[in-house]
């Protein structure tokens, strides 16, 4: 499985941005998805994670009320919808796939599968 992130960009305080996370080989419909987030200096970060059956969603306290993770499994994509952005959501957006079930979601040693990142730049 070959991840693929996207839909990072710069937006002013208060905006939104949808990023993306496909595949160009393989499909994400057998794996839990998560994505995480790095600053410079700064260990990487949980954000949102969501179950192959979408039937329940995760997220980081700091996001909760302001982001939404969704999956279009028939496009073989998972979204991350981003509102109310602050200076601080500021970072690298990777996202990652895991085996069904296999350790906590928000710890990323138990993701296999990895995207090469999105920027986000959120000004004040």
């Known amino acids: 499985v070959q991840l693929q992130a996207s839909g990072g960009g710069s937006v002013q305080a208060g905006g939104s941005l949808r990023l993306s996370c496909t595949t160009s080989?393989?499909?994400?419909?057998?794996?839990?998805v998560a994505w995480f987030r790095q600053t410079p200096g700064k260990e990487r970060e949980f954000v949102a994670h969501i179950p192959y059956t979408a039937e329940t969603t995760n997220y980081a306290d700091s996001v909760k009320g302001r982001f939404a993770i969704s999956r279009d499994n028939a496009k073989n994509t998972v979204f991350l919808q981003m509102n109310i952005l602050k200076p601080e959501d500021t970072a690298v957006y990777y996202c990652?796939?895991?085996?069904?079930?296999?350790?906590?979601?928000?710890?990323?040693?138990?993701?296999?599968?990895w995207g090469q990142g999105t920027l986000v730049t959120v000004s004040s």
């Open positions: 990652a796939a895991r085996v069904l079930g296999v350790g906590a979601y928000s710890n990323d040693k138990y993701y296999t599968y």
């Open positions: 080989r393989g499909t994400l419909n057998r794996y839990g």
